[in-house]
Every structure is written in structure tokens, then in C-alpha cells.
């Protein structure tokens, strides 16, 4: 997209209309311009309106904040859109009343029909070349992520609004390929890297393309949350989901799951921004969303609640550093390393500010508890305006860090004002060692029973296969919204929580959830559903889960049985080749093998028969 000759990247949001405190849009232009402006301060240049119109005060605060807008159409079907030809004609004057009533308005910069349509492909050509004649001041689409199972660029559309691109359209694809999706299906080795791109789908494609609601990553709500709504609205889905979390012995550990979960979904947000801007024939992006969504069975996918009020998931600073006109970009290969490797990083910069960098400097520096590890600086040249520039490579030798060891990868160019920080891990290159005083079993069967009979302490890996109350591990947090989707069978799970300074973390550097370095670890593992265990009991590191299930889940979790005494991992950390998977399972042993650990018998032995028996 050129704005009077100037590249500019949408960096867009997907506003669906949500206004508890009222019920209606705001009228006045000062709401809007703080409604507008909390989105400007999270680095968002472009607002979809979801098949709907917002007021001339919107506009008139778009004006004045310098966003680009994108009103619809009042019409989402999945059907027959446009086919009947009454409805036709009144969408025909809906679109005129629209321009002639907003299209003086410099933000009202693109206009499309309606979100995800499928019918009569002939009549939104019609009304298309019918409202390019009518007002030729903006750009137009068909709709946002039109016939979704066979995805195609409109013949007269401007730009296309897509989340995966059609088979026939990519010589080389088995299908529809996505340009959109955070990593969870274990496909990567290790932890997933920060290279992935689109340019190879896109680069076929002739017209500007906008991905179409990326994200979408619940956040477990705050109940407190419910004190915010006014007369007009009871948040009766919220309150249910808190008495339903108390009915599972839970009370009062929302706030603990929210943070969690969204430092998670923050996480996975940035992976998809990052993956947009790294891709250079992009157009923008559209996310969905910045604000909680009460309605379709509860989509709580955003970092701010439904008021508009930060969950305090992520500084709006911080996310702006990878969400603004000028991103600097580590390619990583992966985020787990070994003190025998040398970390390297091609470094771009995603450059849509104003004006021509000159000197691309690159500063970087790897940092840690102990101080700094490696640094350094490196001309990346001139980069102009509207580009995706690739400014050279860092390399850092990691055969000095204090392993194990959570560093942070901190690149900047400080002529563009970017600065950005990678979290990365390095661990020892040694084999595990099991203790002498520790047993590994793999099954809870008959000679791990007689062990724990025995007096002697186990380390648990089960196989999955034998965890008939459990749920699949997925790294990502669940999507949209689990009773609209369940049909669908997700996991339904939205990431890790665990004390970090627990004992049996102590050789592991892990936050209060789950971080890249989780990612095999928890991909190929099952939570166990711990729902009959004592209310008192927790898990040393549990899974959240989703509002409508709200089960106690335990990926790791201890206990005295018979004269032994039991920890659990319900992960095959001994099967995933992967620094961070070895480095847990030697944490969890020299636990087991420590003073520390002396569980309370929480959990029967009938119970342990029920979760873990094969």
C-alpha cells in the first residue's frame, strides 16, 4: 500500500463492536478518540470494523489520530450473499448512504463488503465496480476472508483479505496453504524458531494482501473483572465460569491462570506480528484482537479486557518495539541452545516510518544473570523507506555461559529508533545422569508399584496412551473460543503456570508459565485431570484450562504412595530430542534425588491406579 508514495504496512486490529458500558457505539468523538487511541498506543495504524459502520465521530477521531479505517456492509453469511436480489439492492444503498455520509473522511482509507461470504461471486463484482464508480476515493475488497474453503483473490478486488491461500494458486501446495497460525503441532525440533514467513505463498499473489484475523489466543479471565460491568449488562458467562472453577477446588486462582495464559497468548501475538512483518510482499495484518469478545460462547482473546482496560499482560512500549513502523527482526533458529554451539542471527529491519534510514547500524548484545555474554555492532548499510532489509549477521560463542542459563538477545538500530529482545536459552551439552537414589519408570505398573512399595522414590514419564484421564498437550493457547469450537476436538488448554523458584525447577530457568523453551516438552505431553484429587492438592506445574471444563490439570505433580514416594512428569522427556526436555528431566531428578523432596501422601493409591495405570 502507498500512501501519497510512501509504503506503509497496516498494522490493523478488528473492532467487533463491543461497548459494555453502554451496549451501542459511542457518538461522541472524545470516546472514540481514547477508544482509537488505546489502539494507537498499542502500535495500531488500521481498524476493520467487523460487518459494521462505526459513527462520524469515529472518522472524525481517525482523522485526527491518523489511522486508517475500514468500515463493511452489515452482512456475514456463509451462504448466499448477494443472491437474492432485494437484499442486493439494499446493501447497493447501504454502500452509497456509507460514502455519502463518511467518504470526506481521510481515514476512511478501504471498504469491503463483509466478513467471511460465500454466494454469488458475480454480484459482489457488480457492486464492487458499482461502488468504485460511485466513490473511487478508497480501495475496495469483496469481504474479509471470503469463501474460506476455496480462498481466491475477487477479479476487481484492490486488496485481498485472506488467511490461506488456495491450492490452485501455489503450484506446489497439497492445499490450501495458511498465512496465518502460531506453532503448535510439534513439528518443529526443539523450540520453534523466529524465521517463518509467508513469502514463498505470497509471492504469486499480484495484489496487496492483508492477513485476515490473526491470533485469536484465549487469556483465562480475572473475575474481578465482573465488578467493572454496569446496569446494563450482567456477565453472567463470567460468573458462571467462576463458580464452576470453585466447584472444581480452584477459588481464587483466576488471576494466577489469566497471567499465565496471556503472558502466553502475548507471546504467541508477537510470533504473528513478527511473521507478517517478515515477510516482505505482505500488505498488513488484522488481529482479532486487542479486546475480549463476550459473545460466540466467550472469546476472552484479548490482551485488554472488554472495557478497553489492560489486563497487564504486556507494556504497551514493549509491544510496540515489534508492533511499529520500524521493527528490528532476529532470525533465530531456534530459541534452546548448548554451551558447544555459537548462536548466530540474521537481523532485519522492517522499516515503514517516515523517511530513509542512512546508517543501519546494528548494536546487540547477549545478556544474562551474570552479566553480559557477548556483544557487539555491525554497519547494516542504508535502508530505504518501505522495506524489508536484511542487515547481516550477530554471532555470539557460548562455551563461557554459566549453564543453564536464560539469556536475552537485545538487537537495536539506534538511527531507526528500534530496539527488540529475544528470550533464549543455553544448557550443557552433557548427558543426563540419573542419581543412584532415583528410579525411572515409564509405566505405572506392576514393578513401579513394587518399587514405591519398596520405599524407593520413582521419577514418572508415562506414556501417554496410558493417561486415560488427561487431555493433549498443545503449546499454544486454545482458539477463539472452546464451546464455539469444541465440536472440533482442540485441546482446549491455554498454556503452563508453575511456582519458578520450586525446587524442582531449580536447574531449569523457567517464568510462572509456559515460554518457548516449554514447546516440545508440553507438545508431547498430557496433562493429567486431577479433578478427584484433594482440593488442597496443586500441581508443581499445572495446565490451565478453559472456562467451560475448568479441570485441575497437572503436568507435573508429587506424591507419597505405599512406603516410596512418586513424582510425575506426564510428558516422554526421555523420547524428544531436545536440549530444554533433557535439562527439565535433570532438574526433576536431582529434585526427586534432594532433601527437598518429601511429599505428603495427597494423592491414594486407588487414585494413582485410576490416572496412571496402562
Not at 106 to 117: K, Q
Not at 447 to 457: C, H, K, P, Y
Not at 575 to 580: I, K, N, R
Request: glycine content about 8%; hydrophobic content about 40%.
Amino acid at each position: 500500500f502507498l500512501v501519497n508514495g510512501r509504503t506503509t504496512f497496516l498494522r490493523g486490529n478488528v473492532d467487533c463492536c463491543v461497548f459494555p458500558a453502554t451496549g451501542y457505539a459511542p457518538m461522541d468523538e472524545s470516546a472514540w478518540r481514547e477508544h482509537l487511541g488505546t489502539m494507537r498506543e498499542y502500535g495500531i495504524n488500521h481498524v476493520r470494523f467487523h460487518s459494521w459502520c462505526p459513527p462520524e465521530a469515529a472518522f472524525e477521531a481517525a482523522d485526527e489520530l491518523g489511522m486508517y479505517l475500514q468500515p463493511e456492509l452489515p452482512i456475514w453469511n456463509n451462504t448466499d450473499s448477494f443472491a437474492d436480489p432485494e437484499r442486493r439492492e439494499f446493501f447497493r444503498s447501504e454502500a452509497g448512504a456509507i460514502f455519502d455520509t463518511y467518504g470526506n473522511h481521510p481515514s476512511f482509507a478501504f471498504f469491503a463488503l463483509g466478513n467471511e461470504l460465500q454466494g454469488d461471486r458475480e454480484a459482489m463484482v457488480e457492486l464492487i465496480d458499482w461502488c468504485r464508480d460511485r466513490d473511487p476515493g478508497r480501495l475496495y475488497a469483496h469481504g474479509a476472508y471470503n469463501f474460506l474453503g476455496d480462498p481466491h483473490p475477487g477479479e476487481n478486488e484492490d486488496f485481498w483479505i485472506t488467511a490461506s491461500v488456495s491450492a490452485d494458486l501455489l503450484p506446489d501446495a497439497d492445499g490450501k496453504t495458511p498465512i496465518r497460525g502460531s506453532y503448535s503441532d510439534g513439528s518443529a525440533d526443539g523450540s520453534p524458531p523466529t524465521t517463518r514467513d509467508y513469502r514463498e505463498t505470497l509471492e504469486q499473489i499480484d495484489l496487496p494482501v492483508v492477513t485476515h484475523e490473526i491470533g485469536q489466543f484465549q487469556v483465562y479471565p480475572d473475575y474481578d473483572e465482573i465488578r467493572d460491568y454496569g446496569p446494563r449488562f450482567r456477565p453472567e458467562n463470567l460468573a458462571v465460569a467462576r463458580d464452576h472453577l470453585e466447584a472444581h477446588g480452584m477459588a481464587g486462582w483466576d488471576a494466577r491462570f489469566q497471567a499465565a495464559s496471556g503472558g502466553l497468548a502475548a507471546e504467541c501475538y508477537r510470533e504473528e506480528v513478527e511473521a507478517a512483518l517478515r515477510t516482505p510482499e505482505l500488505g498488513g495484518f488484522q488481529l482479532l484482537e486487542l479486546q475480549d469478545f463476550p459473545g460466540q460462547g466467550t472469546a476472552l482473546v484479548g490482551l485488554l479486557d472488554a472495557h478497553m482496560q489492560s489486563k497487564g499482560l504486556i507494556d504497551p512500549a514493549r509491544w510496540r518495539e515489534f508492533c511499529g513502523p520500524t521493527v528490528a527482526l532476529a532470525r533465530l533458529e531456534s530459541r534452546v541452545w548448548t554451551t558447544e554451539e555459537t548462536l548466530t542471527a540474521d537481523v532485519d529491519l522492517a522499516h515503514y516510518g517516515a523517511a530513509d534510514v542512512a546508517d543501519a547500524t546494528v548494536e546487540w548484545a547477549l545478556t544474562g544473570p551474570n552479566g553480559t555474554v557477548a556483544s557487539g555492532a555491525f554497519d547494516g548499510g542504508e535502508v530505504p523507506q518501505g522495506t524489508l532489509a536484511d542487515l547481516g549477521t550477530l554471532e555470539a560463542d557460548l562455551d563461557g555461559v554459566d549453564a543453564p542459563a536464560a539469556l536475552s538477545l537485545d538487537v537495536s538500530v539506534p538511527a531507526a529508533d528500534a530496539t527488540n529482545t529475544y528470550d533464549v536459552w543455553v544448557y550443557p551439552d552433557e548427558p543426563v545422569a540419573v542419581p543412584d537414589g532415583v528410579t525411572v519408570q515409564n509405566a505405572f505398573d506392576d514393578e513401579t508399584r513394587d518399587l514405591l512399595s519398596a520405599g524407593e522414590t520413582v521419577l514418572l514419564l508415562p506414556d501417554g496412551d496410558d493417561l486415560r484421564h488427561s487431555v493433549p498437550g498443545s503449546f499454544q493457547p486454545d482458539f477463539w473460543s472452546y464451546t464455539l469450537f469444541k465440536s472440533q476436538a482442540p485441546p482446549g488448554t491455554l498454556g503452563l503456570y508453575c511456582d519458578p523458584d520450586h525446587p524442582a525447577l531449580a536447574a531449569f530457568p523457567t517464568p510462572g508459565r509456559t515460554d518457548w523453551q516449554w514447546y516440545q516438552t508440553i507438545e508431547s505431553g498430557r496433562p493429567v485431570v486431577l479433578d478427584d484429587a484433594p482440593a488442597e492438592f496443586e500441581p508443581i506445574v499445572g495446565a490451565v484450562d478453559n472456562i467451560e471444563r475448568n479441570q485441575k490439570l497437572g503436568l507435573v505433580f508429587e506424591t507419597s504412595a505405599g512406603d516410596g514416594d512418586l513424582l510425575v512428569c506426564a510428558a516422554p522427556l526421555t523420547d524428544v530430542d531436545d536440549p530444554a526436555a533433557d535439562q527439565l528431566r535433570q532438574s526433576l531428578l536431582a529434585y526427586a534425588d534432594s532433601d527437598a523432596f518429601d511429599p505428603e501422601p495427597a494423592l491414594s493409591w486407588a487414585l494413582l491406579e485410576k490416572l496412571l495405570a496402562p
